[in-house]
T-cell receptor, first 118, second 115 residues
């Protein structure tokens, strides 16, 4: 079974631009979470989607938004990029309970998208 | 609000030796899940081990085991017979079992394995 995939893997943008990152979860997974990882702040939770609905949101400004499609693929968008948005953005998916074998709480991570804002 | 603390930014261990990584957490909930994730350099984050709070028995996965002390809110990871491939960042994480699906991660411990 294919793992979580994220595209693109690397991205360079300039301040003020916007960016869209994509995440395809493991087949059968309906929950997708996004994290921002930086050396200083560690992993910071952005938001989580389940069946196209945002189920949880972290403490990030409104410039950070996301959505989930009917096939469970998810996108996150960052508008008006700032230098501080440079980070590794990780996506993680979780299985629905019926397919989880007791591991529905476990998250499976993608390789991440490394964003550099100049 | 729940918090997860990893007080050891970096640890070193000799190959074949045993090392313990510390994690403490704070919560008022009684039912939750705890995890250790491993992130090798420039590689994907993977699950090492998980523990349900309602289980008293400590989880084990091959060379990896945990010491779960619920009353003390402590969740340490023991790696036995350390291998060079164990070198990575290790993150401790908490997730409520009560419907809040947000994970809370610690700041991580960088483990170096010395040959």
């Amino acid at each position: 079974k294919a793992g979580v995939t994220q595209t693109p893997r690397y991205l360079i943008k300039t301040r003020g631009q916007q960016v869209t990152l994509s995440c395809s979860p493991i087949s059968g997974h309906r929950s997708v979470s996004w994290y921002q990882q930086t050396p200083g702040q560690g992993l910071q939770f952005l938001f989580e989607y389940f069946s196209e609905t945002q189920r949880n949101k972290g403490n990030f400004p409104g410039r950070f938004s996301g959505r989930q499609f009917s096939n469970s693929r998810s996108e996150m968008n960052v508008s008006t990029l700032e230098l501080g948005d440079s980070a590794l953005y990780l996506c993680a998916s979780s299985p629905i309970p019926q397919l989880a074998g007791g591991f529905q709480e476990t998250q499976y991570f993608g390789p991440g998208t490394r964003l550099l804002v100049l | 609000a729940q918090t997860v603390t990893q007080s050891q930014p970096e640890m070193s261990v000799q190959e074949a030796e045993t090392v313990t990584l510390s994690c403490t957490y704070d919560t008022s909930e009684s039912d939750y899940y705890l995890f250790w994730y491993k992130q090798p350099p420039s590689r994907q984050m993977i699950l090492v081990i998980r523990q349900e709070a309602y289980k008293q028995q400590n989880a084990t996965e091959n060379r990896f085991s945990v010491n779960f002390q619920k009353a003390a809110k402590s969740f340490s990871l023991k790696i036995s017979d350390s291998q060079l491939g164990d070198a990575a960042m290790y993150f401790c994480a908490y997730r409520s079992a009560l419907g809040t699906y947000k994970y809370i991660f610690g700041t991580g411990t960088r483990l170096k394995v010395l040959a």
